[in-house]
């Protein structure tokens, strides 16, 4: 795998732990992640590491390969659609990602 590709692959766990982290916060009132968010962030990051398509980039929603359960894609799809009008600020580049 290419440094480029592992940064990558570094960023998509990073957002994604803040959307989960976001989600558990305003739904849970958690600071830190209750144990059905940790249980998607794992899931979540399991699928990221074993992607056939991390080196094209693609993103779930477009991707030819639907590797979450039908359980999982749901409870994400809340995740998603609830953060969706948020703007986060990324903690470690100061930039806004757009959900």
């Given at each position: 795998?290419?440094?480029d590709t592992e940064q990558y692959i570094s960023e998509r766990k990073?957002?994604?732990e803040s959307i989960i982290s976001v989600y558990c916060r305003k739904n849970h009132g958690r600071t830190d992640l209750c144990g059905e968010c940790r249980e998607?962030?794992?899931y979540?990051?399991?699928?990221?590491?074993?992607?056939?398509?991390?080196?094209?980039r693609t993103r779930c929603k477009g991707c030819p390969t639907h590797c979450y359960s039908s359980e999982?894609?749901?409870?994400?799809?809340?995740v998603l659609?609830?953060?969706?009008?948020?703007i986060i600020l990324h903690p470690g580049r100061y930039r806004r990602i757009y959900l």
């Amino acid at each position: 795998m290419t440094s480029d590709t592992e940064q990558y692959i570094s960023e998509r766990k990073s957002s994604t732990e803040s959307i989960i982290s976001v989600y558990c916060r305003k739904n849970h009132g958690r600071t830190d992640l209750c144990g059905e968010c940790r249980e998607l962030r794992d899931y979540a990051f399991g699928r990221i590491d074993d992607c056939r398509n991390n080196g094209c980039r693609t993103r779930c929603k477009g991707c030819p390969t639907h590797c979450y359960s039908s359980e999982m894609d749901m409870r994400m799809s809340e995740v998603l659609n609830s953060c969706r009008p948020t703007i986060i600020l990324h903690p470690g580049r100061y930039r806004r990602i757009y959900l």
